[in-house]
């Protein structure tokens, strides 16, 4: 399984901005043929999808909770996926984790589960106040 390290996370008041990353190992060869995508759990609730980007960031669906605020993005290169978080809400308040598919060139979903991931993130808490 690749390792995949998550940072970014922080507090910030409402209507700010953060983005986070998530990088996996500089020797994985094949983090372009995955799909990745970013998953949201708040203190009482399921976890909750957010973004998914194909293995070339030619698809992407968001959430329609995030959609206008948030930006999923990836630089293969880098081997490492992002979420540009803006214009942000107390109810955004969760920990967020990153994952990646758990198969090579699977196209994303409209409504992804998080159960089609193998690899996953340490989680960051993101904190919004009012």
């Known amino acids: 399984q690749v390792q995949l390290v998550q940072s970014g996370g922080g507090s910030v008041q409402a209507g700010g901005s953060l983005r986070l990353s998530c990088a996996a190992s500089?020797?994985?060869?094949?983090?372009?043929?995955?799909?990745m995508g970013w998953f949201r759990q708040a203190p009482g609730k399921e976890r909750e999808f957010v973004a998914i980007?194909?293995?070339?960031?030619?698809?992407?669906y968001y959430a329609d909770s995030v959609k206008g605020r948030f930006t999923i993005s990836r630089d293969n290169a880098k081997n490492t996926m992002y979420l540009q978080i803006n214009s942000l809400k107390p109810e955004d308040t969760a920990i967020y984790y990153c994952?990646?598919?758990?198969?090579?060139?699977?196209?994303?979903?409209?409504?992804?589960?998080?159960?089609?991931?193998?690899?996953w993130g340490q989680g960051t808490q993101v904190t919004v106040s009012s």
């Open positions: 500089t020797s994985t060869r094949t983090f372009n043929t995955y799909t």
């Open positions: 994952a990646k598919d758990k198969v090579q060139y699977r196209l994303p979903q409209i409504d992804p589960q998080w159960t089609d991931f193998g690899s």
């Open positions: 980007i194909s293995w070339s960031g030619g698809r992407i």
